[in-house]
C-alpha cells in the first residue's frame, strides 16, 4: 500500500494526495540538526512528490504549512521550487499557511503535493519469480543527507526512471528498504535473509533518498543507463 490517498475526479482521472513533514530541523537554536529551511522544505517536497509521482500522478500543486515563522516562508518555497526546477515543473502553483500567532522553539514544516493521474495508468506489478529489483540511491539520515548528497539520488533521475514503461517504483522511506518491500507486494512476507544487496535493507531512508524498482529482464541496461553509478542490483531469494 502507497502513502497517499487516491479520490476518483471522473471518469478519466484520480486526484493523488501525498504529504511529509518535519520537525526539530532548520535554523532555530533547539533544532536537533541545523540547516536551512531551503533544504528543509526541498526533501520534505522531495518525499511527497516522488510518493506522488510513483502512484502515478502528474503534479498539479504544493500546499505548505509552516511552523518557522513568517521570515522562513520565502526560504521554503525557494526549496520546493528547487525540487520542482529538479522535475522540470515551472508553472505548479504553491500556496499555504504560516502560524505567526505563536512562535515555537522548534521549527516544524507540513508539505502537501497534488497530482492528478489517469485511471488507465498502470503503476503496480504483480510478485513472480521473473522480476528484476533494485534499488536506486542510497538509505540515508539525519546529517547523512547532508554529508554525502553525492549518494541521493536526483529528482530529475527519479522522474527518468518513472517514465519508463512497463515499471514499478517505490520510494523508500524511514521504515527501510525491506519494509518497502513488503508494502509493495503485501501478499508475499519478505525477511532480511530474502534480499540480496549490497545495502542496509534495514536502514532507515530518511527523505527518500532512495527508492525500489521493480522491472522486466530486457529493461535491466535502460534503466542502468539512467541510474548510472545509483544503481544497486537486489536479489531475491
Not at 513533514?21 to 512528490?49: C, P, W
Not at 533518498?209 to 539512467?226: G, N, R, V
Amino acid at each position: 500500500m502507497r502513502d497517499i490517498i487516491t479520490i476518483p475526479l471522473n471518469n478519466e482521472e484520480s486526484l493523488i494526495i501525498a504529504s511529509d513533514n518535519s520537525g526539530g530541523i532548520g535554523m532555530k537554536e533547539h533544532d536537533l540538526i541545523q540547516v536551512s529551511y531551503e533544504t528543509v522544505a526541498y526533501y520534505a517536497f522531495r518525499v511527497a512528490a516522488m510518493e506522488c509521482i510513483a502512484a502515478g500522478g502528474e503534479l498539479v500543486s504544493v500546499v505548505l504549512h509552516n511552523f518557522c515563522g513568517d521570515d522562513s516562508w520565502s526560504e521554503l518555497v525557494n526549496g520546493i521550487q528547487k525540487g520542482l526546477a529538479e522535475l522540470n515543473l515551472g508553472n505548479i502553483p504553491i500556496t499555504g499557511s504560516t502560524e505567526s500567532n505563536f512562535h515555537l522553539k522548534q521549527s516544524a514544516v507540513g508539505l502537501v503535493v497534488l497530482g492528478k493521474k489517469p485511471f488507465d495508468k498502470i503503476t503496480e506489478k504483480i510478485f513472480s519469480n521473473d522480476l528484476n529489483f533494485a534499488v536506486i540511491g542510497k538509505p540515508l539520515v539525519g546529517n547523512e543527507v547532508m554529508d554525502h548528497a553525492h549518494e541521493v539520488v536526483p529528482l530529475s533521475t527519479f522522474r527518468k526512471v518513472s517514465n519508463l514503461q512497463d515499471i514499478m517504483v517505490w520510494p523508500v522511506g524511514s521504515k527501510g528498504i525491506l519494509a518497502e518491500f513488503n508494502q509493495m507486494f503485501p501478499s508475499k512476507e519478505f525477511t532480511k535473509e530474502m534480499l540480496g544487496a549490497d545495502l542496509d535493507v534495514l536502514k532507515s531512508s530518511g527523505p527518500a533518498t532512495c527508492f525500489i524498482i521493480a522491472f522486466e529482464q530486457d529493461q535491466e541496461e535502460a534503466i542502468k543507463k539512467i541510474a548510472a553509478a545509483f544503481y544497486h542490483s537486489i536479489t531475491v531469494k
